[in-house]
């Protein structure tokens, strides 16, 4: 089993930036890769960006290219998510989430863990 604990969120203005962490706990050994996920109020939970933990390799929904970076400090088994130029759309509740060795890490259905999530709102 996996644990997984996000902190970081809050409420900032646009254009400015936040930092997500999210401390993986339990059988990290068997972790393929970690992400982030987020599901504003009416909406479907969608994909933001992983990393393959191995190799280092990034994703990033195209909603979010070139404003947030997802890097991972391998000691501590910890994911993190920059989030700059900050956009009201991009308010959400955001969810850490562990892979087992889904091939596919992309897609909510393919992660086996789950944090609580962490509020991020973004006021214009």
């Known amino acids: 089993q996996v644990q997984l604990v996000e902190s970081g969120g809050g409420l900032v203005q646009a254009g400015d930036s936040l930092r997500l962490s999210c401390a993986a706990s339990?059988?990290?050994?068997?972790?393929?890769?970690m992400g982030w996920f987020r599901q504003a109020p009416g909406k479907k939970r969608e994909f933001v960006a992983a990393?393959?933990?191995?190799?280092?390799?990034?994703y990033y929904a195209d909603s979010v290219k070139g404003r947030f970076t997802i890097s991972r400090d391998n000691a501590n088994y910890t994911v993190y998510l920059q989030m700059n130029s900050l956009k009201p759309e991009d308010t959400a509740v955001y969810y850490c989430?562990?892979?087992?060795?889904?091939?596919?890490?992309?897609?909510?259905?393919?992660?086996?863990?789950w944090g609580q999530g962490t509020q991020v709102t973004v006021s214009s």
């Open positions: 989430a562990a892979n087992k060795g889904a091939f596919i890490v992309t897609v909510t259905t393919r992660y086996d863990y």
């Open positions: 339990g059988r990290t050994f068997s972790i393929n890769a």
């Open positions: 990393i393959r933990w191995s190799g280092g390799s990034t």
